[in-house]
């Protein structure tokens, strides 16, 4: 799968995924009006409201970049029909030729991560029929719980050729209070907890390689362009999931160190500053109606920013 | 919330939690068959399935018990369906007066997080609409994004009455790979990474506490009793969340050092010791029929196991 994401990165000239994360807030008000009319101010409105934004954006952008991240929190914050706007999301993005990273940070002990990896990835064997849960293409993982608990989405991504992004350093303010602790003892001696977990995300990753690259990536934010440097170096063969561009603060200037020189190994998530573009004064002109191009604007600014930092 | 699960243990005289994690394995042929019989070999066979177990699971020990630990990554495995049966089943949990732990294990940033919170605990509004998700009690939390990840479900707990429980040293074989890493600066030199999040799990516990102990506990496996003594000592106020009693090899004697001199401080989870207990031998007299009997003999023995050990 990893091959399939960096041709699709290299055919639309474009190491970008939009973040589907959708909030009422960003949603325009004839589409919360017609989904509240039809569903009552209900979790059911809501989805309905999510999916019709969404494919709206989906639409608009699906010719543009190779990959969507629709993040889980978003949609199970409303419960069971919630998340069938995530699984709708998820089969139109796929149908539509986007390649899908679950962003759902899982993990857990051995036989659970299993299960969640099935889930997100994988099939069941249900007698002699064979079931898929939500069948992304990628699913971001929590690394805290060692390599038992990331291991079985490895075996479930091989067996499905597909891959998954592991966390190592995130975008978040507060990621240094564990991630950066630097290690007292051992092989690691004197390096801090990030540069660990990418030492294991590039061991996990090298019996998975398709390529130059394996179907174990990482997670670095725009906001830590430092260790993105650091960690582009620990972690050759992974590909760089990269949140934090835009609303969270991260530019262009900051993306540079996190590719390797074949130009690629790094992808950059940008969510609100793409689906609530048409909220910035700078989009203004398209209106709320025309959202989904101001959107597809933001993509092309986006791509070009990129383009000129790398 | 931390203080009506204490008194819950109390009232009940058991320190223990029946871990729902359903699997077609554990699940008697006469169950499945029906459950396949009206909705083919399908996920929402087995999310009926998964209920009907569950439900003869709670009714047998909902009198025995303070609380359950769904574990939502068993029903995620099949999709929506599956998490209609997690959400039919914490609801029914609750109505048989049980305090519901979600095992989602769940960790973002904080914008995130608080969808995550909100769908597991909490409440969005929706125009003049109050809509809850799964609405459980409790839910785990990551704690590997740092504080700002963690908090907002501090707030949708205060907000809610309700309750977390952070990963800090957990039962499987590799968690050490991380969490045990000792760190080299700073005031916690010297100290693992799982001492570290400790400390942190109590810091943020101070502020959210009811009687002795905090809405705010951790999950430390028993499979560690040692580590298990020193996080006693770290977290004083902490309720501790014990996984890995029997299936995965903790035993009553190891539990000892997890609780309090108040004989509080702790709950011993158990999944497939209780809920599959059928299938050893030890209960075999029960048969499939008899499941629930089985479970309900599993906790009594657990009780006294843990009673003589603490």
């Known amino acids: 799968m990893i091959r399939r994401l960096n041709d699709a990165i290299i055919a639309r000239d474009a190491p970008i995924v939009v973040g589907l994360d959708p909030n009422l807030k960003f949603i325009p ?49 409303f419960g069971l029909p919630g998340l069938a706007a995530f699984d709708r999301t998820v089969r139109y993005c796929k149908e539509k030729g986007l390649i899908v990273i679950a962003d759902a940070k899982r993990g857990d002990i051995g036989s659970t991560s299993e299960s969640y990896a099935v889930g997100m990835l994988g099939a069941t064997q249900v007698g002699d029929a064979s079931v898929r849960a939500f069948d992304a293409d990628f699913v971001t993982v929590n690394p805290y719980l060692g390599s038992d608990g990331v291991r079985p989405f490895i075996e479930v991504a091989r067996k499905e050729d597909k891959g998954i992004f592991v966390l190592v350093k995130t975008s978040n303010p507060s990621s240094g209070e564990l991630q950066d602790l630097v290690v007292a003892e051992g092989e690691q001696a004197g390096k801090p907890l990030y540069e660990v977990v990418g030492a294991l995300v590039e061991k996990w990753g090298s019996d998975l390689m398709e390529g130059a690259y394996s179907n174990v990536g ?38 540079a160190h996190f590719f390797n020189r074949d130009g690629l190994g790094a992808i950059v998530n940008s969510s609100r500053g793409i689906i609530a573009a048409w909220k910035e004064e700078q989009y203004a002109k398209y209106g709320a109606e025309g959202y989904a191009d101001a959107a597809r604007a933001a993509v092309l600014a986006m791509k070009e920013d990129i383009h000129g930092a790398v």
């Open 29 to 77: 008000e004839g589409i919360k009006e017609a989904a509240f009319r039809e569903h009552g101010e209900t979790a059911e409105g809501v989805a309905e409201a999510f999916w019709q934004f969404n494919k709206g954006i989906v639409d608009a952008i699906c010719e543009l970049v190779p990959a969507v991240k629709p993040q889980i929190a978003m949609y199970e914050q």
């Open 218 to 255: 990482a997670v670095v934010g725009a906001t830590y362009p430092e260790q993105g440097r650091i960690l582009r170096e620990i972690m050759p063969h992974a590909v760089i999931l990269v949140p934090g561009y835009g609303a969270q603060g991260g530019r262009g200037k900051d993306l």
